[in-house]
């Protein structure tokens, strides 16, 4: 299984970007996908994720109601919506696979490359 993560890149602070993650093979509607971002010189942390049948989202308080997680369920593809950016949203964004729900790191199997988000004017 392969993730292609894409869509980063410099914006300024209040500006927005899509991420998008496309699999290399079929998700199942019993998977998980999330975002996941690591910020320089901290732990990677839980920003999205959606189930992937029924599409339900979850969304960390700290990107809530600025961040959107969205699905092409036949394009296998999950994007990540990013509004009103924040320098501290500046992190490499990374997105993977998990056989069910899940906000832990280690509970995901399959993982994309990354693509950094610098958010500064």
């Known amino acids: 299984v392969q993730l292609q993560a894409s869509g980063g890149g410099l914006v300024q602070p209040g500006g927005s970007l899509r991420l998008s993650c496309a699999a290399s093979v079929r998700i199942y509607s019993s998977n998980f996908m999330g975002w996941f971002r690591q910020a320089p010189g901290k732990e990677r942390e839980f920003v999205a994720g959606i189930k992937w049948g029924v599409g339900t989202t979850y969304v960390a308080s700290s990107v809530k109601g600025r961040f959107t997680i969205s699905k092409h369920s036949a394009k296998n593809t999950v994007y990540l919506q990013m509004n009103s950016l924040k320098p501290e949203d500046t992190a490499v964004y990374y997105c993977?696979?998990?056989?069910?729900?899940?906000?832990?790191?280690?509970?995901?199997?399959?993982w994309g490359q990354g693509t950094e988000v610098t958010v500064s004017s």
């Open positions: 993977a696979i998990a056989r069910s729900y899940s906000t832990v790191q280690s509970e995901y199997d399959y």
